[in-house]
């Protein structure tokens, strides 16, 4: 992605937030997922959804208002700091979207709608983090400052920001488009430390003694992965990890059930995975890459209390995982 040839000269607010939404969705063409195919233009996508009224519409609404925050940050020169992006008026959005052939002045209420759904969900399963459209807008801001001052480390990590925030916006509007909006989201967990709570539950689930072993209800293979599905009234060894991993999680009793639940629903779906293989995510028991993707994506895709993952939600944001892993990899290939 090459926003400006010169990150100085800022374009007019409205020509810098359309180039800004086309270049980053182009990035990610061929990632998101619509339905559970991948779409070849993210754009158009998001665009489509928008012009339908769809909530996936509002993460197009979202950028846009993102976008005119940072643009005026990035023109009066300031330090980036959150108090300095400025509220954008409803109709500035609108006017990006109907830039963007998005959506009409008719259709913009619907959006604002989604899009304000969409941050209702965020903030309910991100408790203490700034809103959706303030962490766009920061991350915007530090892609231009480092293209501004060549500083291609503040300019990488704004660019994998914004992507990211991005593919789980439109993750989770995607899954607020099916079902209740107003279903309880499980939080949100650092991948970091749900990759570690993963493995150590899978590591104890397979290191019990034999006995446990013979009244186990799942198997695990060599490697640590669930080979079957485990009911609610199973007993060892299954629980008994359970319980232990849910002792070692920080946070209060809901975090420690939520990265308990999210573990189980990513034990479902690998298990659907094995068996019927889906190309669109790739094979995660002979790829240990394929199977890292998901589990990162596991700690912070959409999830409802109660409800499994849906493909499309986990599946999109382990596609850009596995975009993330092949860039570190050629990069690691290149320092070699």
Known sequence: MNPMSE???????HDFAEQLIRQVLADLDGVLLDGETPAEEAFALLATAAAAGKTRGGA?????????????????????????????????????????????????????????????????????VPA?????????????????????????????????????????????????????????????RFHDYFLRFTTLAQTRDSASEERA?????????????????????????????HEAIGGDTKTRDHVLARIRGLLVFLAALRRQPREQVGDAVADPNVHLSLVIAAATAPLRLGAEFEFPALAQIARYNQMLLRGARSAAALAH
């Open 7 to 13: 990150a100085s000269d800022i374009p007019h607010a």
């Open 60 to 128: 197009l609404a979202l950028l846009a208002r993102a976008a005119l925050s940072a643009h005026g940050a990035l023109a009066f020169d300031s330090d980036g700091d959150a108090a300095e992006f400025a509220t954008v008026p409803d109709a500035e959005v609108g006017a990006v979207l109907a830039q963007l052939g998005a959506a009409t002045e008719a259709q913009l209420p619907a959006l604002l709608k989604a899009a304000s759904a969409l941050e209702h969900y965020v903030a309910a399963a991100e408790p203490g």
């Open 132 to 192: 959706p459209q303030q962490t766009l807008a920061l991350a915007i801001y530090r892609l231009y400052e480092g293209l501004r001052n060549e500083d291609e480390a503040l300019g990488g990590r704004g660019l994998v920001e914004l992507r990211s925030l991005a593919v789980h916006l439109d993750a989770t509007a995607g899954m607020l488009d099916h079902g209740s909006v107003s279903a309880e989201p499980l939080r949100v967990i650092r991948p970091d």
């Open 217 to 245: 209800v799942a198997a695990l293979s060599r490697d640590g992965r669930i080979e079957a599905l485990i009911t609610q009234d199973a007993t060892h060894p299954i629980i008994a990890a359970a319980l232990q991993v």
